[in-house]
């Protein structure tokens, strides 16, 4: 099994919707991440998560919310979804340990908004 | 503050030719540096990593990075190119202080290999 899965893989939504995408970990790591990948731009960072209580803006985190339901929990939320928010969009996890940090990585979820 | 560039969007090679592959940083601090692959429609994989203990890093898939500081690069090579080498290549920089975990991504090298 993975260690880190994202659902859904896939979603076609319309302007103005709600969606959540979800973030499960199973590496016991504390700190979580969501990032978008735009053609050209590389990932960007959307919020991260150091320990459950701790949640950060990243980067772009405008039009984005996130929840950290337990230590193995991530979720992004778009509350209302616009066509720019179109993307690919990644978890991933790092443990607490310094000083490496590497990250590990969700498949990812593509997200279109019509 | 710390950035990384990657040079060249794209890069084609013919298999069995070398692949190099450019990334320049810039860091404050002795930084923490990293590529990542990804091959289509997955997500990213960690292929090496430069932690200080060396300046030449081997990482998987016959692939290796130098670290040199003088330049202020890490670019990746391989010796002779498989097409399944072809994904998409990014380098990250690790921040450090009280940022210490988040990475900062360079803009990702698409590599090609032609038959």
Redesign the interface.
């Known amino acids: 099994d993975a260690d ?1 899965t994202q659902t859904p893989r896939n979603r076609i939504t319309k302007t103005g919707k709600r969606i959540m995408l979800e973030c499960s970990q199973t590496k016991g790591h504390d ?1 979580m ?1 969501w990032y978008r990948q735009d053609p ?4 960007q ?1 959307i919020y ?1 998560s ?1 320990d459950v209580k701790d949640i950060n803006k ?1 980067e772009i985190s405008d039009g984005y919310s996130v929840s950290r339901q337990a230590q193995a929990k991530f979720s992004l939320s778009l509350e209302s979804a616009i066509p720019n928010q179109t993307a690919l969009y ?1 978890c ?1 996890t ?1 443990d ?1 340990k ?11 979820t593509r997200l279109t908004v019509l | 503050a710390q950035s990384v560039t990657q040079l060249g ?1 794209h890069v084609s090679v013919s298999e069995g030719a070398l692949v190099l592959l450019r990334c320049n940083y810039s860091s404050s601090v002795p930084p ?1 540096l ?1 590529w ?1 692959v990804q091959y289509p ?6 292929l090496l ?1 430069y ?1 200080s203990a060396a300046t030449l890093v081997k990482g998987i898939n016959g692939f290796e990075a130098e670290f040199k500081k003088s330049e202020t690069s890490f670019h990746l090579t391989k010796p002779s190119a498989h097409m399944s080498d072809a994904a998409e290549y ?1 380098c990250a920089v ?1 921040k450090g202080g009280n940022q ?4 900062i ?4 090298t698409e590599l090609s290999v032609k038959p």
């Open positions: 880190v700190r991440y050209g731009l590389g990932l960072l991260y150091f990243g990644f991933a790092s607490s310094p000083p490496y940090n590497e990250q590990f990585f969700g498949p990812g | 969007s923490y990293f990542y429609n997955q997500g990213l994989q960690l990593k932690t990014f690790r210490g975990g988040k990475l991504f360079g803009q990702g």
